[in-house]
């Protein structure tokens, strides 16, 4: 049993990376990636604590990028799931997240702006001692449920913070060109995350795939808590046919996602052996 997409409170998850690791060891899981948004913060925390129960730890990443499929138009915000098999990224793979980290700041002050215009009376502050550098929207929707502008995390996106909300502020991101590339020039395998997401007609994942995979993507996700058994096996199949290894997990967030279970999508081990052999021939 393996779990190779979940999140710590290093981004936005709430538990702490030692904390998931237990977590991780109490229901027997065999590997588990932490693949906190923007930051390896989680997995450097968590590494000696995974050494010493013996819990085979990935270094993972997930990254927001634009997708402009044919060059046109605002573009698509993809997510990119990487992981570093043969060892760490590079230095200038972290001094790279750092930029990232610096642009969502700026967005976040930039939404907690538009929040006050609507009335809405957060600080920045009080977001970011929840989410420290690596703050996002789950993290403003918890202080408004917290201060008791919304019952739930889901009403804020709803009417605050989702991409069709009022209060929305897009964030500057990478291409998916450069997310692929940066990944791999770092030593990583670049997998396109929860597919399922970015469309209901396989034609348009079809297309989407082949040009992904034409800018160098290697891996997509074909096992994760949206995806049916059915969305599973379409993904499994076109992987296949498009030469691209494949990842799964749950995408745990902890509290931020509730009744979402660690360990709960059922990945197989040969999964992450396939992407370890990958790695390894590099």
Request: hydrophobic letters at 40%; a negative charge.
């Amino acid at each position: 049993m393996i779990d190779l997409h979940t999140h710590s409170d290093a981004s936005d998850g709430t538990l702490t990376p030692e904390e998931l690791v237990h977590a991780a060891r109490g229901i027997g899981l065999e590997a588990l990636a932490i693949s906190d948004h923007d930051t390896l913060a989680g997995y450097d925390c968590a590494a000696p604590v995974a050494a010493a129960v013996g819990l085979e730890l990935v270094c993972g990443i997930e990254i927001s990028t634009r997708f402009h499929q044919g060059r046109s138009g605002r573009g698509k915000s993809v997510h990119l799931l990487g992981y570093f098999l043969n060892g760490g990224p590079a230095p200038e793979f972290r001094a790279w997240l750092e930029e990232l980290q610096r642009g969502r700041r700026d967005r976040n002050r930039r939404l907690a702006a538009r929040l006050q215009s609507f009335g809405v009376n957060i600080s920045l502050e009080e977001v970011e001692r929840l989410g420290h550098s690596v703050a996002g929207r789950p993290h403003f929707a918890r202080v408004m449920v917290n201060k008791g502008y919304v019952a739930r995390l889901q009403e804020a996106f709803d009417l605050f913070l989702g991409e069709a909300a009022k209060a929305y502020v897009r964030r500057d991101e990478p291409s998916l060109e450069e997310g692929v590339r940066r990944i791999r020039e770092a030593g990583g395998t670049p997998s396109l995350a929860h597919p399922g997401r970015l469309s209901n007609d396989h034609a348009t994942l079809e297309r989407m795939a082949a040009e992904m995979r034409g800018f160098g993507l290697t891996a997509l996700e074909a096992y994760h808590s949206d995806h049916s058994s059915a969305d599973a096996t379409f993904f499994l199949d076109l992987a296949r046919r498009r030469g691209l290894a494949v990842t799964g997990g749950t995408d745990f967030h902890g509290e931020n996602k509730p009744g979402l279970v660690l360990g709960s999508v059922d990945v197989p081990r040969a999964c992450l052996d396939a992407l370890r052999e990958a790695a390894r021939r590099s």
